[in-house]
């Protein structure tokens, strides 16, 4: 998958329509829907051997993202098969919505005939993964333990696109640069942190032993 910019990639499962559903949101004969993510449900992106870090996404975060424009690709290259922002006259292929659950996504893959091929695809079980790419606007990290950390993402700038893909990312290249950025800026920050508190608290023996020399002597 490309990596462009400072956009991050999530992977998320794919659903097809389920036949016992009487009601869908886009009238097609090649509907897929899903949740690009789901709310205040912390994930693991990744183990080093010595710490983990986790992520969730607040339940708002999405309320000021921008998603006028966000189209549906595989892999995240190649040919749009539906989009949020349509031509004047034809109505919108790909909804993007927040719900309690999460992020919902519902699209209309038949548009063009590779779409209606990756339809079949997910259908069949071919492709049964998705990832979206977007930016992050305000986060948050904690350490919840001794060498695990939490990052919240509480607000998305903008989405850029939601994929289909055909095989799981690298956890390399998967977890990307601005997640680890975030992560290693925060440890860096409580490491210094840290020394300065046992700096100090040095300095403080120091003077403690000096002031009982001098009341000794």
Known sequence: MPQRNNREYRMMPV??????????????D???????????????????????FYEQI????????????VIFQHNHEGKCFARTKMRADKAPTLILEPQDRGLFVAADLGMIAEGREEWAAIKGGLVYQMSFA?????????????GEYLRTIKSIRKVFDVSSVDAPA??????????????????EQRRQELQRAEEEAIAKQKALARIRILAES
């Open 134 to 146: 977007f930016t992050v606007a305000d986060d948050e990290i904690t350490m919840i333990d001794e």
């Open 15 to 28: 659903m097809t329509q389920p036949e016992e559903r009487a009601e869908q949101r886009l009238a097609t």
């Open 30 to 52: 090649y509907y897929v829907e899903g949740y690009a993510t789901t709310f205040g449900q912390p994930y693991l992106l990744w183990d080093d051997g010595n710490e983990k």
């Open 170 to 187: 690298n956890p390399n290249t998967l977890i990307d640069t601005p997640a680890r950025a975030a992560f290693d800026g925060f440890i």
């Open 58 to 69: 607040a339940r708002n975060a999405f309320d000021e993202a921008d998603m006028t424009d």
